[in-house]
């Protein structure tokens, strides 16, 4: 009698299913380019930076290390703050754009906090290592938006 139905008067008496809602997934971010750098020296940062991952901010400065009051000049390169789809976290990469390699890497850990001392200077603590870390941006503008990132993963890490 329910086929009957169906034929004469086209309703269905089961129960109807819905397409399933999709979560709208995030776009990804591009890569951010550093603007002391080349169209070239950024695709070499870029390819650095990794396939599965993005440059958030960047910026050329020397990677410095406190030690004995002082401060140390570790490495010279592209600093990038970078989000690592594979690994799921934030790392602060120092990059040598001429060998495409990366030199440094530093994992943005729960709770890491950047102090700017301005125009140049933007320092930060290691996690274990009781360490003292400075990057010594080349341009002021560089430095500013970098701690503006790193700011907001920190607020964005709060939130959850």
């Known amino acids: 009698m329910a086929a ?10 089961g129960t109807m299913r819905m397409p399933e809602q999709e979560t709208p997934r995030r776009r990804r971010p591009q890569n951010t380019e550093c603007q002391l750098l080349s169209d070239t020296e950024n695709q070499a940062l870029f390819t650095a930076v990794g396939q599965n991952a993005i440059c958030l901010s960047a910026g050329v400065a020397e990677l410095l290390r406190a030690s004995g009051g002082k401060w140390t000049r570790a490495l010279r390169g592209v600093i990038a ?16 754009i001429v060998t495409g390699q990366s030199q440094w890497e530093f994992n943005v850990y729960k709770g890491f906090e950047s102090v700017i001392y301005p125009p140049h200077l933007l ?16 341009s002021p503008k560089e430095a500013e938006t970098f701690k503006d990132h790193l700011d907001k993963r920190s607020e964005q890490e709060k939130k959850n």
């Open 81 to 96: 703050l970078v989000k690592d789809y594979d690994r799921r976290a934030y790392f602060l990469r120092m990059i040598d």
């Open 4 to 13: 009957m139905a169906y034929q004469s008067y086209g309703s269905y008496s």
């Open 123 to 138: 320092t930060f603590e290691g996690e274990n290592d009781a360490h003292v870390y400075g990057l010594n941006f080349s």
